[in-house]
């Protein structure tokens, strides 16, 4: 069985910071590129930024210089660090394992950001 865990969000100021983790199991995670998408209320998910298999990054331009995205395959986890965070930050947090024949997805977490 597959899974995908998302865990890392919660509160935190603007200006602040939170690393997102993805923990996958029943996939054998280093064959699979990943991504990070968010969807805020009464918004289309939106992809933030992806690495792939072999460590190569690609972001979106309102996230470029504040997020990070990285994996450690022997942990079987990928990471989202955000820093600089604005309140338009605000959503929930999905990753996302694909090759050209799977694609999966986590539960998503939130991440809100207000003072």
């Known amino acids: 069985q597959v899974q995908l865990v998302e865990s890392g969000g919660g509160l935190v100021q603007p200006g602040g910071s939170l690393r997102l983790s993805c923990a996958a199991s029943?996939?054998?995670?280093?064959?699979?590129?990943m991504a990070w998408y968010r969807q805020a209320p009464g918004k289309q998910r939106e992809l933030l930024a992806t690495?792939?298999?072999?460590?190569?990054?690609d972001y979106i331009d309102s996230v470029k210089g504040r997020f990070t995205i990285s994996r450690d395959n022997a942990k079987n986890t990928g990471y989202l660090q955000m820093n600089s965070l604005k309140p338009e930050d605000t959503a929930v947090y999905y990753c996302?394992?694909?090759?050209?024949?799977?694609?999966?997805w986590g539960q998503g977490t939130q991440v809100t950001v207000s003072s």
């Open positions: 996302n394992a694909y090759t050209f024949s799977f694609n999966y």
């Open positions: 029943g996939i054998i995670f280093s064959n699979f590129h």
């Open positions: 690495i792939t298999s072999g460590g190569s990054t």
